[in-house]
């Protein structure tokens, strides 16, 4: 498969995330006064509005609440990796993230998936195999 | 105090206007002054919305329409979910009295010029879907679109019923961009899937172009040219958690429905309505899974049956809810859902020509198609 040519506008929030990522690990954060975890990273809570939280690490696994097959490449770069598949993924801790998929064909609302890592030039990619 | 809309303005849509945006909303904001009877003399209020800098500053406009003073002007960085919202707060201006003919316009060069569909909205969340390509607005309706039929026992046959219904209206709509091209159910499903769920004729047709509505007490549209299109309630809403930024719906619940559903309580109370007093419906539909799951949240039909209604003809003229009746922004134009409420004042007016809705008592519009947008219940007078 030929590389993406794009890497992540990191910035101060989501630093430990794509750090985490180069180490292997998916890394979300837990909101210390509600216990749920989100993602993207942010400064506040989005479920109570507390400010304190904590970093946990991800088991991988997930579920598949949407997708979408990409066969148009609106970013001329990509127009190599079309078509391609991008899923909605719940994760087991409870919240969700996008991802590249595994395959395009054959998907199931709910399929479980597992994370593995995807090394790019200057950054690492989570992505998720189906079934 | 009540609101009405007293006149509409539009410029001819094109693929290429070969024009500024400036002239185009000058053009549609004059033939809206003009169209309510009224002249740029009484203009004292202008709101207008844009995305990534696509159009003008209100300011500009006033300025080149030879206007006076503003007692009234915003400049909203917001898309389809502003139509409603900034007719709304022309009302609210006009209620309280600190204007009194406000003007609403959305200009651009859609097609010619910057295109949302192919926009970067990078925000705090872009760093998440660039680098995956996960990088344009139809793959992020896509991805709602696809959960939503799937739990509502919706399908491909259900969009396809929404594009052959708008495409249908818009053969008598002599503005619509796409009123020479019919669509048969053979030849949408011949068409390749851009981004699947959708197919070309499943998305909006970019166009460059501008309309406008002239917004003022309804004491006074009574006295203007055309009957007041009576603004009977209002409503903006965005969801709790609706993300990080335009693309960020990670952290919304519920993919199956979007800001119809929770601000619908709110707006048919405020008229005194309810969704079974609407006769004819103008709904925002940046692609088909759109209409859909924005009537069901309208309460226009049962959860899972606007499908069904589609396919039945219920949604024709000549059906029990007329709806897009320009063809919508499928196949009359994406002004991002300024056409969708002038499309509606038309109607109320009496001035839908051939496409004419029979009952036009009571019209409920909407703009926006996820987390966030805007509504309003559109009337008759003396109702």
């Known amino acids: 498969m030929i590389e993406p040519r794009l890497a992540p506008q990191r910035d101060i929030e989501s630093e430990f995330y794509w750090q985490g990522l180069e180490n292997g690990e998916l890394l979300l954060q837990r909101c210390t006064h509600c216990r749920k975890t989100r993602f993207p990273a942010m400064p506040g809570c989005c479920y109570c509005g507390a400010s304190g939280c904590e970093v946990v690490r991800a088991s991988g696994r997930g579920r598949l609440y949407s997708w979408v097959v990409v066969h148009h490449a609106f970013n001329a770069q990509l127009a190599d990796q079309v078509p391609y598949a991008i899923g909605t993924v719940e994760l087991e801790e409870g919240c969700r993230l996008v991802a590249r998929l595994d395959r395009w064909q054959d998907l199931s609302h709910e399929s479980p998936l597992t994370l593995y890592f995807v090394e790019h030039d200057d950054w690492t990619e989570a992505r998720f195999a189906v079934g | ?383």
Not at chain 2, 80 to 86: D, K, P, S, V
Not at chain 2, 160 to 171: K, P
Request: with cysteine; hydrophobic share 40%.
């Open chain 2, 1 to 383: 105090m009540k609101t009405a809309i007293a006149g509409v303005g539009y410029t001819e849509f094109t693929r290429k206007s070969g024009r500024s945006v400036l002239s185009l909303a000058r053009e549609a904001c004059l033939n809206a002054i003009e169209d309510a009877g009224l002249t740029p003399a009484d203009i004292d209020g202008i709101n207008s919305f844009s995305v990534s800098n696509d159009s003008v500053p209100c300011q500009a406009v006033a300025t080149v329409l030879g206007l006076g003073q503003l007692r009234y002007c915003n400049d909203a960085m917001m898309g389809g979910q502003a139509a409603c919202h900034l007719v709304g707060q022309a009302s609210s201006a006009i209620a309280t009295g600190q204007a009194r003919h406000v003007l609403v316009f959305r200009a651009m060069n859609g097609k010619s010029g910057n295109a949302v569909g192919t926009m970067q909205f990078h925000g705090m969340g872009g760093q998440y879907r660039y680098p995956i390509g996960y990088d344009a607005y139809m793959m992020y309706v896509g991805m709602w679109g696809r959960r939503f039929l799937h739990e509502t026992g919706q399908g491909q046959a259900d969009m396809e019923a929404v594009a052959l219904a708008q495409r249908a209206h818009a053969m008598r709509n002599p503005r619509a961009l796409l009123r020479n091209k019919p669509l048969t159910s053979e030849s949408y499903r011949a068409l390749p899937f851009v981004v699947d769920p959708y197919r070309m004729a499943d998305c909006t047709v970019e166009v460059d172009g501008a309309c406008a509505v002239v917004v003022t007490s309804l004491p006074r549209a009574r006295d203007l040219r055309h009957e007041p299109a009576v603004i009977a309630s209002s409503a903006y809403r965005a969801g709790a958690r609706s993300g990080l930024d335009i693309g960020d719906h990670l952290s919304w619940d519920d993919y199956t429905r979007n800001y119809t559903s929770w601000l619908r309580e709110d707006l048919y109370r405020a008229a005194g309505l309810t969704p079974k007093d609407v006769t004819f419906a103008e709904i925002y539909d940046c692609f088909t899974t759109t209409v859909l799951m924005s009537m069901e949240g309208m309460g226009l039909c049962e959860r899972g049956e606007a499908g069904a209604l589609h396919r039945s003809g219920g949604t024709a003229l000549n059906g029990r809810l007329p709806t897009n009746t320009n063809g919508g922004l499928l196949s009359e134009g994406y002004l991002h859902g300024m056409n969708t409420v002038c499309e509606a004042v038309l109607q109320i007016q009496g001035r839908g020509g051939e496409r004419q809705v029979p009952d036009n008592r009571v019209c409920a519009v909407t703009s926006g198609a996820l987390m966030d947008g805007s509504a309003m219940l559109l009337t008759r007078d003396n109702l």
